[in-house]
């Protein structure tokens, strides 16, 4: 505690992110008593145990790793396979195309965070629905 404020476990810039309406919601997160989980819809990997108190940097990065691995695994076959919108802003990260993906997971890396188990997370349909 820091004059007796209790800190946010995920700031409000995230928070407000992930926290969208759920027509346009494609993400949960998971906070557990020591990690936090983000789970991308469609994502099947393996997503990293976050610290509990998430920096905006490890956030954006774990985000957009999984955000565009799931776009590239269920939407390549696709003429238009790629829904994402370049640039795209997440956190203090501008992402210019689709190859930051090999930067982002060599940057996760480094970190040594532990992995949750696999699944393919799509508790919405969102995913199946947009594949259609």
């Known amino acids: 505690m820091i004059y007796n404020d209790v800190l946010p476990r995920v700031l409000e810039d995230m928070r407000v992110m992930l926290q969208s309406s759920l027509e ?3 993400w949960d997160w998971f906070l557990h008593k ?3 989980v983000i789970r991308v819809y469609g994502f099947t990997g393996e997503p990293y145990r976050l610290p509990a108190f998430l920096t905006p940097r ?3 990065l774990e985000f957009i790793r999984q955000r565009l691995c799931a776009e590239e695994e269920h939407f390549r076959a696709f003429k238009k396979y ?3 919108k370049f640039p795209l802003k ?4 501008i992402f ?3 190859s930051a993906l090999l930067v982002v997971e060599k940057l996760l890396e480094v970190m040594d965070f532990q992995k949750e188990e696999k699944m393919n997370y799509d508790p919405h349909q969102i995913i199946s ?3 259609q």
Request: glycine fraction near 4%; charge should be positive; avoid cysteine.
């Open 24 to 26: 346009d919601r494609t």
């Open 96 to 98: 210019k195309n689709k």
């Open 90 to 93: 997440v956190g203090p990260f």
């Open 58 to 60: 490890v956030f954006a």
């Open 82 to 84: 790629f829904d994402v």
């Open 129 to 131: 629905q947009r594949r």
């Open 34 to 36: 020591e990690f936090t």
